[in-house]
């Protein structure tokens, strides 16, 4: 079965320092990876997405994420955060059965 | 391009009673799923459907129920009602030619079970 591990269900940063949200993955071959982010009372938005064209995803609004095989892991990365950037973060992953499946989601708290 | 819609956004139902939700893709995609949205199981893939077959399940009883009309626009239907039914609908629509195709959701149908 293919599956997501959120390492963290709650993240706090101050607002303009990094952020990091761990993702680790199993998966019996190579599954198409996504994030996405939901704000309060808003539908699920696309961060990014790996599809094994490159290992480092960049996404929208300075998010990227770095694929490493070898650690069956895809961690989220924002060198800088903002106040807009609390939310909720979903790790996904879709082998091949068109269905997607979530990890438990990380909520992301930034201090001013 | 319109985005997915979900109607109606806010449902109360009562214990027993049936609901259908309507969902409608973007234009030109053909593949839609269902997700559930709870806070103590998070988001679980109820169904998915492309060019009106269903192309794979999740683990919800028999009473939740979908299909998916030509125009590919889709409705999910719950019957017998439980209190546990209350959550977030999501509907998501995609291209649907490869797994790896992204999913756009809608703003999701809020079911409330009383």
């Known amino acids: 079965a293919q599956s997501v591990t959120q390492l963290d269900s709650h993240v706090s940063v101050s607002e303009g320092t990094p952020v990091l949200l761990r993702c680790n993955y199993s998966?019996?071959?190579?599954?198409?990876l996504f994030w996405y982010v939901q704000h309060p009372n808003k539908g699920l938005q696309l961060l990014l997405k790996?599809?094994?064209?490159?290992?480092l995803v960049k996404g929208i609004n300075g998010f990227e994420a770095e694929f490493k095989k070898s650690e069956t892991s895809f961690h989220l990365t924002k060198p800088s955060a903002h106040m807009s950037d609390a939310a909720e973060y979903f790790c996904v992953v879709s082998p091949n059965d068109y269905k997607l499946s979530f990890g438990a989601g990380t909520t992301v708290t930034v201090r001013a | 391009k319109a985005g997915v819609t979900q109607t109606p956004r806010y449902l109360i139902k009562t214990r027993g009673q049936q609901v259908t939700l309507s969902c409608s893709p973007i234009s030109g995609h053909r593949s839609v799923s269902w997700y559930q949205q709870t806070p103590g199981q998070g988001l679980q893939f109820l169904f998915e459907y492309f060019s009106e077959t269903q192309r794979n399940k999740g683990n919800f009883p028999g009473r939740f129920s979908g299909r998916q009309f030509s125009n590919s626009r889709s409705e999910m239907n719950v019957s017998t009602l439980e209190l546990g039914d209350s959550a977030l609908y999501l509907c998501?629509?995609?291209?649907?030619?490869?797994?790896?195709?992204?999913?756009?959701f809608g703003p999701g149908t809020r079911l409330t079970v009383l």
């Open positions: 790996y599809t094994s064209a490159a290992t």
């Open positions: 998501a629509s995609s291209v649907g030619l490869t797994s790896g195709n992204e999913q756009f």
């Open positions: 998966s019996s071959y190579s599954p198409s």
